[in-house]
């Protein structure tokens, strides 16, 4: 079955930088598009970035257009997210995330806290 597991998360202060990952299995990684979304309690699950299966086509949520960074390692099945010039607005719960021909799979989560 489909499993995403992200890694990464952390506490960091205003203006620095962490590196989430996102080990999948048990699907055709490099078939699928894959996404980062991020949700804080109270809140909708919100898109973060998206990178298609080849990784030349990604879009960004105007939150973090020029700070955020998605990309993917298709021969090691991992997505990342470098995430530079953190703001405290960035704290949320982040979630990996792919739809294999219409199954919707999510990874557990890992917490990004910004704060001073």
């Known amino acids: 079955q489909v499993q995403l597991v992200e890694s990464g998360g952390g506490l960091v202060q205003p203006g620095g930088s962490l590196r989430l990952a996102c080990a999948a299995s048990g699907f055709i990684f490099r078939w699928y598009a894959m996404s980062w979304y991020r949700q804080v309690p109270g809140k909708e699950r919100e898109l973060v970035a998206r990178?298609?299966?080849?990784?030349?086509?990604?879009n960004y949520a105007d939150s973090v257009k020029g700070r955020f960074t998605i990309s993917r390692d298709n021969a090691k099945k991992t997505l990342y997210l470098q995430m530079d010039s953190l703001k405290a607005e960035d704290t949320a719960v982040y979630y990996c995330?792919?739809?294999?021909?219409?199954?919707?799979?999510w990874g557990q989560g890992t917490q990004v806290t910004v704060s001073s």
């Open positions: 990178i298609a299966s080849n990784g030349v086509v990604t």
């Open positions: 995330y792919t739809n294999t021909t219409g199954f919707a799979s």
